[in-house]
């Protein structure tokens, strides 16, 4: 494929500087880059690199220096670099339809130009979108909804009834809709509560590999619109996330949860039961939350408290033995002191 | 389905106040639940709700005040929702045999009124109780015994050999008896200890989504009788984990650690191998637990300690910068006195 | 199967002392190995068990006590047990060929000896070794190439063109090059930057289950030669893991992060983005890295430090309260010690 930078301001939304139709059929960094290939300039840290890197054209923010080179001026370059990934290496999707080794159940619905793949499982009552593609081992349980434009790789499991919203796209064996872990005590043995309510994936939430987001008990867990969840998380029964939030790998959220908008929680943090995290809430790496957070929060820590504060109280923790030896000594001075005090007194 | 609460009491052990006659078909929260549903209390912070609520009927523990309305008075009001949940919600099973597009190996024995889905394997020698249910994707490694009245969800894995008891309920992904992470190391590279044991799931076990419990290195990882594990748990080669224990998600234990009965792990818990648990430990969600536990611990932190003075020692963290500093200060104001007794002796 | 301790010494590299014509036809533990049995010494704080054990053989390391027994003297018992399991338990692998019910897709090249079960999907274009074990649900998207001696266990996915080494083992439910998590803000939302990168999977890994491994955004995700991942496991895109690395359960690595060769991980470490820990390496369970390691650091805690200064410290944190109180008293004490001498001068 080749294209123009011409072609190319129009599809980034941004404008050409030097010659608009010399041509690209390819893109790659800054250090790779050569003739007939386009690359960016995101961090301004580099941008000594556009002097002399040997590519056909560079996409530069406003303002930046050119070098004379072919360039394509826009708003954002990191986005323009998603964007033109999309354009030379993304192949177009090719619907294959129901192929032969797939598995559908009875009043099942289908959309148009589907794929499903050999060793995919529709059961009965399910209703597919348009252009939805399933991976080999994918099993949707009866009475699921899916939308248009949904991507579910291999061995993704999604129960009974839950649904998928539009261009979703859920990675390798991630199970959506397992029951929540809900029991009722007896003083020694666990009552199974069944738990009968649903997972809803909004339009635009894209999830990771091998995650697992429990259904609700009664009612809904909900993934709110454009929600990226990484590899491995757990979202537990009757969560609520906002839109637009960003969940790393290995998170778990305990059960009834609610996240705002555009909340960021770093790997492997844990958030307690029954809280509310504010909108823009950021929270550092391997940090337990025990309690709500407010809006623009940004925290650290097991448990977790403001994040400069954090920085600053681990900077002593290695020198405790130390602080305690001094407090020891300073301990004995005193008490010399004071000795010494009384005696003169 | 509609029930009198004359019925209802039965099936729950409890005894009605009001009319043994009237009917409900359904049950709702105190605040949703309307005419022809039955609602309950378990919280005795909402106890005035009862008042006000438009259900048909209320289960209450005995002596709570019934405001006049239909009552079923039991000992355990969540437990009986649990149960009116299982009447009133849950369809009752239906066996489908062994469908289109599953595949039986050879020497296999199957009890009554299994379902195997399309799409689900069982290899040679595996042997199945009656009314098991095999999810789509589900393996069964060649000789294993699955008990009565077992669900495996889709895409579960159960390694060779492992047995799985009675009324065993394991989610989407999980894998069974995978190889336990044993290696000899010669100095340079790691020889693989093949992993000639197995998995033993008791009766009434749960295991959540995408978890992995490794066979042991020559006899028995065993899971007791009633413990609930959640999605993502990693159990170790060679664990014994006691009878109805609650291992909550993303629990790791590592290799040849024993649990009592009754345990906790709450999320995110870590515990190194070769410990003892005691019954009735309960360790605080992201925990380390680096030596044993008497029965009865209460532990937090990393490394944890006595939950109690855990929370006592996290409140002075965020201070440990304040802290320092007036231990420097004291520090000056001390060598200023000893100075000035100095000065004066 | 028997053996001559003759036959088992030149298997093990090993040299009898006593009976070279003595047969055993089993392994078993120093307490529980009887006759026909070989048992080992790994551990010397158990040699007094060879005077009383019963098993027809023992092995040990060179110039241990043999009571009399027949020995046969390795440089390293416990991979020799390694070697005894393998060579009496561990049946040799019959080569089943591709099995009804398993998916071939087109432009499919495979090696001598496979067996692919029912229900493993190969997708156009991928090439596999000799000797390839595929079990059911195993997925191979199209592109894949897979070297000779490879098992992949139930379930396991591995992405388009990611390539694995021969003699790799990966367990159930892993996947293999899904999409790095890797998003262009534009300030409101998340734009999804396509991930047409691979992972390569070198000679001699072994990989648990349900493990995440995702394909670098433009380049290569590796994993060198001879590296253990346990299982639950998240590796980021573009990281690069070095040979005969040790990384426990549930660990999570960052991208673009780099490790060298020998580097053990605890479980449930977590490291940052864009790091390099130097060779040899060694991290303590549940710590976070927040920043590069040189060859040969041992660290611990959160975010880690040198592994015995966090045992000293942590030592104290339990006692922080107690410590608050002392500087309280102190600070009294010099007041009135101030107090004291201000009268007196």
């Known amino acids: 494929m080749t294209k123009t930078l011409a072609e190319l301001a129009q599809c980034l939304g941004g404008r050409v ?20 290939q ?26 930046a220096e050119g070098y004379g080179r072919n360039v394509i001026e826009v708003a954002n370059p990191y986005l323009a670099f998603a964007k033109l990934l999309q354009i030379f290496h993304v192949e177009p ?31 009965d009552g399910a209703i597919l979108g348009n252009r939805v593609t399933l991976y080999p081992g994918v099993v949707l349980y009866p009475g699921v909804v899916v939308g248009d434009d949904v991507t579910l790789h291999a061995n993704v499991t999604v129960r009974e009834r839950c649904r998928i919203g539009n261009r979703v796209i859920i990675h390798g064996g991630t199970v959506i809709g397992s029951d929540g872990f809900g029991y009722a005590p007896d003083g020694r043995e666990w009552h199974k509560i069944p738990q009968i309510g649903i997972v809803v994936i909004e339009d635009d939430v894209e999830i990771g590999a091998n995650a697992a987001i429990d259904r609700a008990a009664l009612e809904v867990t909900r ?16 969560c609520v996330i906002g839109e637009n939030c960003m969940i790393i790998s290995q998170v778990g959220i305990s059960g009834s949860t609610t996240l705002g908008d555009h909340v960021t929680l770093a790997g492997q943090v844990g958030v307690a039961g029954h809280l509310t995290i504010g909108d823009n809430a950021m929270v ?21 408290f403001a994040h400069r504060d954090w920085l600053k109280a681990m ?4 020198r405790l033995p130390e ?14 002191l004071e000795e010494a005090v009384k005696r003169e007194a």
């Open 315 to 318: 900077a002593v923790v290695p």
């Open 38 to 63: 386009i690359t960016f300039l995101a961090n301004p840290r580099y941008a000594g690199k556009v002097a002399t890197c040997r590519a056909t054209a560079v996409v530069l923010p406003p303002g």
């Open 93 to 123: 999707r090719k619907a294959l339809g129901v192929m032969a080794g797939a598995h559908i159940g009875a009043d099942v619905r289908l959309g148009a130009e589907v794929t499903i793949h050999p060793g995919a499982t529709v059961m």
């Open 284 to 304: 550092g790496a391997k940090s337990g939350i025990p309690g709500n957070l407010p809006a623009g929060s940004m925290v650290s820590g097991l448990p977790a």
């Open 223 to 238: 993934i709110g619109r454009g929600t990226k969840i990484d590899n491995l998380v757990q979202i537990a029964h009757n």
């Open 17 to 36: 500087v030097g010659d608009p139709e010399a041509t690209v059929r390819g893109l790659g960094t800054l250090d790779d880059a050569g003739e007939g």
């Open 323 to 336: 602080l305690r030896k001094t407090i020891s000594t300073l301990e004995k001075r005193i008490a010399q």
